[in-house]
Nanobody, 124 residues
């Protein structure tokens, strides 16, 4: 069982940067694939990015590629989402998720563990 807690959300202006954190409790964090999803008002939850347990592979949604970076610190049991050049379209609740294995799936149902989310609002 893995418990995940996101933090770092807030209200920012277009063009700003923000870093989200997701702290995991429980053992074996270093063996999990970690991912970020987001859900905007009135829209379905969508994939943002994922990273393998050894941090050697990452994958990003086209909408965030080049602007967002995922990373993880196994010593701190934490995964990060560095976001830059934020746009109003990035406004959403951001959720982290975890799964075992080696495949970077892009659908939420492949990740059995998820957090409660943190709100990111990009507005002038």
């Amino acid at each position: 069982q893995v418990q995940l807690k996101e933090s770092g959300g807030g209200l920012v202006q277009p063009g700003d940067s923000l870093r989200l954190s997701c702290a995991a409790s429980g053992p074996n964090f270093g063996t999990y694939i970690m991912a970020w999803f987001r859900q905007a008002p009135g829209k379905e939850r969508e994939f943002v990015t994922a990273i393998t347990s050894n941090s050697r592979q990452t994958t990003y949604a086209n909408s965030v590629k080049g602007r967002f970076t995922i990373s993880k610190d196994d010593a701190k049991n934490t995964v990060y989402l560095q976001m830059k050049s934020l746009e109003p379209e990035d406004t959403a609740v951001y959720y982290c998720a975890a799964r075992e294995g080696s495949i970077l799936y892009r659908t939420q149902d492949r990740y059995p563990w998820g957090g409660q989310g943190t709100q990111v609002t990009v507005s002038s």
